[in-house]
């Protein structure tokens, strides 16, 4: 019997250890989303493709988040599309409020 209640409670605790690693996958920052997807051509908020299109305040033309969402969906030449199948929309928003926030 004693076996069996330790079984359980093992078998809990590995549960419950895969719940939270798939929870903090699920919900990435928007600063390590942004380096993941976006970083290769806007390395700290720059652009390496259109120099003068970086993602600074001042030079940048988007300025809330759902034209920053909306950049991602409809891009403009030189830029990668991202739909909604790659970066969901809460995804895109964490994205956006992360630049709107840090350049
Ligand atoms: C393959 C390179 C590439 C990737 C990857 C990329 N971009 Fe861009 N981005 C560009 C280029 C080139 C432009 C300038 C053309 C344009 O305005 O679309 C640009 C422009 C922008 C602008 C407009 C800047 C302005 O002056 O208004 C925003 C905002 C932006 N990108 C956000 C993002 C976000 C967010 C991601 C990641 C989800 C991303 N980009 C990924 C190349 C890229």
């Given at each position: 019997?004693?076996?069996?209640?330790?079984?359980?409670?093992?078998?809990?605790?590995?549960?419950?250890?895969?719940?939270?690693?798939?929870?903090?996958?699920?919900?990435?920052?928007?600063?390590?989303?942004?380096?993941?997807?976006?970083?290769?051509?806007?390395?700290?908020?720059?652009?390496?493709?259109?120099?003068?299109?970086?993602?600074?305040?001042?030079?940048?033309?988007v300025?809330?988040?759902?034209a920053?969402?909306?950049?991602?969906?409809?891009?403009?030449?030189?830029?990668?599309?991202?739909?909604?199948?790659?970066?969901?929309?809460?995804?895109?928003?964490?994205?956006?409020?992360?630049?709107?926030?840090?350049?």
């Amino acid at each position: 019997m004693k076996k069996l209640v330790t079984l359980t409670l093992t078998l809990s605790a590995i549960c419950l250890w895969i719940s939270t690693a798939n929870t903090a996958q699920a919900s990435a920052t928007g600063e390590e989303l942004f380096k993941q997807h976006c970083s290769v051509c806007h390395p700290n908020g720059g652009n390496i493709i259109k120099p003068h299109e970086t993602l600074y305040k001042g030079e940048r033309e988007v300025n809330t988040v759902e034209a920053i969402v909306d950049k991602m969906r409809n891009p403009g030449p030189g830029m990668s599309k991202f739909d909604s199948n790659v970066l969901p929309d809460s995804d895109a928003k964490a994205i956006a409020e992360h630049i709107l926030k840090t350049f």
